[in-house]
């Protein structure tokens, strides 16, 4: 993930191991917008894929400034905008707007779990090229290590039956293309989501684990396009 000031990493436990998955919390450390730029444009540039930046989705005000910036990168096929999961349906509007009037590269937003449908309208009317669901979505638990109390994001197999459902129900209620994400760990997990609607799929945390387990889903979904 990409902001417009630089963050530092989290303190504390920033890997949690769970019963089915993981929770991390590492504070999206990265080191600005500007030298995210500098540094990989020209790995962009030579990407045989297209390359799509993630951006978190802070205020309009650096929402606006990191599309500018990606405006003028080379090899920045598109922007994911990463809405926070307290977004609300004005907050959407703004994000949108800051970035539309910034850039002309398609954007894509990805959306919290738990309010997917309402939120991808929202998306849709303010002029989201795509959507993704979802998310992986908050949790808290004691970190075996430290005896700690740590929040964080959940990943994991498990993942997939909640989001599944979600993609179901973004894909009814918009017009606008949706990507499917979350407990995407097999080629049946990622046609499932493209039987339920989706028109891609992206997959996380499973790559972490197994590399090559995305070229497996890719060749096992028969040339459809993924992300």
């Keep these: 993930p990409v902001t417009w000031k630089p963050r530092r990493i989290a303190r504390g436990p920033r890997v949690v191991p769970l019963p089915s998955g993981v929770m991390i919390h590492t504070g999206l450390p990265n080191p600005g917008a500007?030298?995210?730029?500098?540094?990989?444009q020209e790995s962009w540039k030579?990407?045989?894929?297209?390359?799509?930046?993630?951006v978190v989705?802070?205020?309009?005000?650096?929402?606006?400034?990191?599309?500018?910036?990606?405006?003028?990168?080379?090899?920045?096929?598109?922007?994911?905008?990463?809405?926070?999961?307290?977004?609300?349906?004005?907050?959407?509007?703004?994000?949108?707007?800051?970035?539309?009037?910034?850039?002309?590269?398609?954007?894509?937003?990805?959306?919290?779990?738990?309010?997917a449908v309402e939120t991808a309208r929202a998306a849709e009317a303010a002029g989201a090229g795509g959507l993704v669901v979802a998310a992986p979505p908050r949790g808290t638990t004691r970190d075996p290590q430290t005896g700690q109390l740590v929040g964080g994001r959940i990943?994991?197999?498990?993942?997939k039956v909640q989001t599944l459902?979600?993609?179901?129900?973004?894909?009814?209620?918009?017009?606008?293309?949706v990507i499917g994400s979350g407990g995407i760990h097999s080629a049946d997990d990622a046609r499932d989501f493209i039987e339920a609607g989706a028109v891609a799929v992206q997959v996380d945390s499973m790559t972490w684990a197994e590399p090559r387990a995305l070229e497996i889903i890719a060749r096992n979904l028969g040339g459809l396009e993924l992300t």
């Design 46 to 54: 030579r990407s045989l894929a297209p390359v799509i930046v993630h």
């Design 34 to 40: 500007g030298k995210v730029i500098s540094r990989y």
């Design 155 to 159: 990943y994991g197999p498990w993942l």
């Design 165 to 177: 459902r979600a993609v179901g129900q973004v894909a009814r209620a918009v017009d606008i293309p």
């Design 57 to 115: 989705a802070t205020t309009p005000d650096d929402v606006a400034r990191c599309a500018r910036a990606l405006d003028y990168a080379d090899g920045v096929a598109g922007i994911e905008l990463g809405l926070h999961d307290l977004a609300t349906l004005d907050d959407v509007e703004m994000i949108l707007a800051a970035a539309h009037e910034n850039t002309l590269r398609p954007l894509l937003v990805r959306i919290p779990l738990y309010t």
